[in-house]
């Protein structure tokens, strides 16, 4: 099972942030928070991780609370191309074993609106 | 770099007959994974190669599923017998190992829609 809880579904205006929140709370301190995304029909896409530092790159920022049990993901400025699933998911650095699963859960649905 | 590359795109067959996806990893990638997604279940990790050995097959549905990696540039999934419930999409991903400068995402192929009729 998924270790995170995100909203089914949420709606931005063109040209506005994008504020995307996840909640992991059983978060363990060797697991990092990653996001993906998935445009229709295309497989999905790695946008951005983070351990407990905020992050930023040219796509998004990730931004953890301190305790980090929840995290969001920002679009600064979330455009019609930005309308996907977006996935939040914990996991180990490092592979070994079964630590290397990759488990999606129902991500949310961000509909980016002119 | 092409990036990860799945054949067929798209596969319609009857219910019975054997089905093969195949990918072409990322040059240079030592894992590479096999999803699949419904509406349903969503995307669910079938299995994961690292260095074409196999770690983890436990998303395997049953026997009827199996997957190979003959060497670092391609591996396949086959369905024998296909039934309608496989009806899916099917991805493949592929990434570095984390570190030394690789943080480890994973990179999708466009994925194979499957229709078992």
């Known amino acids: 099972d998924a270790k995170t809880t995100q909203p089914t579904s949420m709606d931005c205006a063109e040209g506005r942030a994008a504020n995307l929140p996840c909640n992991h709370s059983?978060?363990?301190?060797?697991?990092?928070v990653y996001w993906y995304r998935q445009i229709h029909s295309q497989g999905p896409q790695y946008i951005i991780h983070?351990?407990?530092n905020n992050e930023t790159n040219e796509m998004a920022s990730l931004i953890i609370t301190e305790d980090r049990k929840s995290s969001t993901l920002i679009l600064p400025h979330a455009t019609l191309r930005d309308t996907a699933v977006y996935y939040c998911?914990?996991?180990?650095?490092?592979?070994?074993?079964?630590?290397?699963?990759?488990?999606f859960g129902k991500g949310t649905k961000l509909s980016v609106k002119p | 770099d092409a990036g990860v590359i799945q054949s067929p795109r798209h596969e319609v067959t009857e219910m019975g007959q054997e089905v093969t996806l195949r990918c072409k990893p990322i040059?240079?990638?030592?894992?590479l994974f096999w999803y699949r997604q419904t509406m349903m279940r969503g995307l669910e990790l079938l299995i994961y190669?690292?260095?074409?050995?196999?770690?983890?097959d436990s998303g395997m549905p049953e026997d009827r599923f199996s997957a190979k990696m003959p060497n670092a540039s391609f591996s396949t999934l086959k369905i024998q017998p296909s039934e309608p419930r496989d009806s899916a999409v099917y991805f493949c991903?592929?990434?570095?190992?984390?570190?030394?400068?690789?943080?480890?995402?994973?990179?999708f192929g466009e994925g194979s829609r499957l229709t078992v009729l």
């Open positions: 991903a592929s990434s570095l190992a984390p570190g030394q400068g690789a943080v480890g995402e994973l990179f």
């Open positions: 059983t978060i363990s301190g060797n697991e990092y």
């Open positions: 983070g351990l407990k």
């Open positions: 998911i914990v996991r180990v650095a490092n592979y070994g074993g079964s630590q290397g699963n990759l488990i």
């Open positions: 040059s240079g990638h030592d894992y």
């Open positions: 190669f690292n260095n074409n050995v196999p770690i983890d």
